[in-house]
T-cell receptor
Framework: ETGVTQSPTHLIKTRGQQVTLRCSSQ?????VSWYQQALGQGPQFIFQ???????GRGNFPPRFSGLQFPNYSSELNVNALELDDSALYLC?????????????FGEGSRLTVL | SQQGEEDPQALSIQEGENATMNCSYK?????LQWYRQNSGRGLVHLIL?????REKHSGRLRVTLDTSKKSSSLLITASRAADTASYFC????????????FGKGITLSVRP
């Protein structure tokens, strides 16, 4: 069974640039969610995708957008990067319909905005 | 916004001792979960307790939930140096199982 994988693991961007982060969900999982974790803080929910549609969103501006593909992999796009976007971005997957709320997380993509 | 508030923020104990971590939350929940994170890496799920449960065990872990006080505790018995990590409680509202609201976390250091 393949776990959740994310890429890239680290990247550096400058203010105003755009970034795309990628996530492959765990085999058999159909729901993907993204979280932002600033240094010293707990993860904060960005949004969730199920059946290729966004079906839940946290308190993040529209410049944070995403996609889910037919194979359930996902992308997180952030436009017009700001310094405060520097964080660890975590992808998590689960199977909607399973009688469990457990999320399976990837190792994250650490974004630094200069 | 972060719903869960863990207590203490940092905990340092000797190997073999028990570690108790507390979490309080504000709104009604479907379930409460505890996760562990090593040095800014991915989170690993430890245990989940549903709102209609009061206590649950998994190996060296024991979690309790008091919905009247909106609080939970995680007990790690016979701690090991390898338990050194950050621990987060996270709550899930009804019908929104993928949206977890995390606290700021507790840093546990277990001295060999």
């Amino acid at each position: 069974e393949t776990g959740v994988t994310q890429s890239p693991t680290h990247l550096i961007k400058t203010r105003g640039q755009q970034v795309t982060l990628r996530c492959s969900s765990q085999s058999g999982h159909n729901t993907v969610s993204w979280y932002q974790q600033a240094l010293g803080q707990g993860p904060q929910f960005i949004f969730q995708y199920y059946r290729e549609e966004e079906n839940g969103r946290g308190n993040f501006p529209p410049r944070f957008s995403g996609l889910q593909f037919p194979n359930y992999s996902s992308e997180l796009n952030v436009n017009a990067l700001e310094l405060d976007d520097s964080a660890l971005y975590l992808c998590a997957s689960r199977f909607t319909g399973a009688n469990t709320g457990e999320l399976f997380f990837g190792e994250g993509s650490r974004l630094t905005v200069l | 916004s972060q719903q869960g508030e863990e207590d203490p923020q940092a905990l340092s104990i000797q190997e073999g001792e028990n570690a108790t971590m507390n979490c309080s939350y504000k709104t009604s929940i479907n379930n409460l979960q505890w996760y562990r994170q090593n040095s800014g890496r991915g989170l690993v799920h430890l245990i989940l307790i549903r709102s209609n449960e009061r206590e649950k065990h998994s190996g060296r872990l024991r979690v309790t939930l008091d919905t009247s006080k909106k609080s939970s505790s995680l007990l790690i018995t016979a701690s090991r140096a390898a338990d050194t990590a950050s621990y987060f409680c996270a709550t899930a509202a009804t019908g929104a199982n993928s949206k977890l609201t995390f606290g700021k976390g507790i840093t546990l250091s277990v001295r060999p």
